[in-house]
């Protein structure tokens, strides 16, 4: 059934709406306290920070990037209990109007941006004489772990949303 729809079979109410527009943006603001709440302990109290640069300077920039992905990551979880529970709806709907996900598709793009990034990334490196290698595994592996599973969530969240 398509997407259209599904959406006309189960026209969702205004409370409904309304529910779920509202835990959404608790969690969202909740989620985003995390940041402040971390640097006020880190530094004993001492707010100060107006800029995202002073915030990386006292906690590095891993610990304020999960910090800064993670009401998405709340509110990914939020949106999908809302859509099952609230909205009684299959969370599959939401994705795409197939009886299956299309995980192909999704691997397909995946390895075609892949592809293109390392041809792009390994000729700026060729072709650049400034390029220095600065390599720390603990730094990297924490950003990786970031990137592999917070990143993809924050973006099908704002996919979702808009």
């Known amino acids: 059934m398509r997407f259209i729809d599904l959406a006309r079979k189960n026209p969702g109410t205004l409370s409904q709406v309304f529910l779920t527009i509202?835990?959404?943006l608790f969690v969202?603001?909740?989620?985003?306290?995390?940041?402040?709440?971390?640097y006020k302990f880190f530094t004993g109290g001492d707010l100060q920070a107006s800029e995202i640069s002073d915030f990386t300077s006292i906690l590095g920039?891993?610990?304020?990037l999960f910090w800064l992905?993670?009401?998405?990551?709340?509110v990914?979880?939020?949106?999908?209990?809302?859509?099952?529970w609230i909205h009684r709806r299959p969370v599959l709907s939401i994705f795409t109007g197939r009886e299956l996900f299309d995980w192909k598709r999704?691997?397909?793009?995946?390895?075609?941006?892949?592809?293109?990034?390392?041809?792009?990334?390994g000729t700026q490196i060729f072709f650049s004489s400034t390029f220095e290698w600065n390599l720390?595994?603990?730094k990297l592996s924490v950003l990786l772990l970031i990137a592999i599973f917070m990143i993809p969530i924050q973006t099908t969240i704002e996919e979702l949303h808009y």
């Open 28 to 38: 969202y603001f909740i989620g985003g306290m995390g940041l402040l709440l971390d």
């Open 22 to 24: 509202s835990l959404v």
């Open 61 to 64: 920039n891993n610990r304020v």
């Open 76 to 84: 990914f979880i939020v949106f999908l209990a809302s859509i099952k």
């Open 106 to 121: 999704v691997f397909t793009s995946f390895f075609l941006i892949i592809i293109l990034l390392s041809i792009l990334t």
């Open 136 to 138: 720390n595994w603990g």
């Open 69 to 74: 992905l993670l009401p998405f990551t709340l």
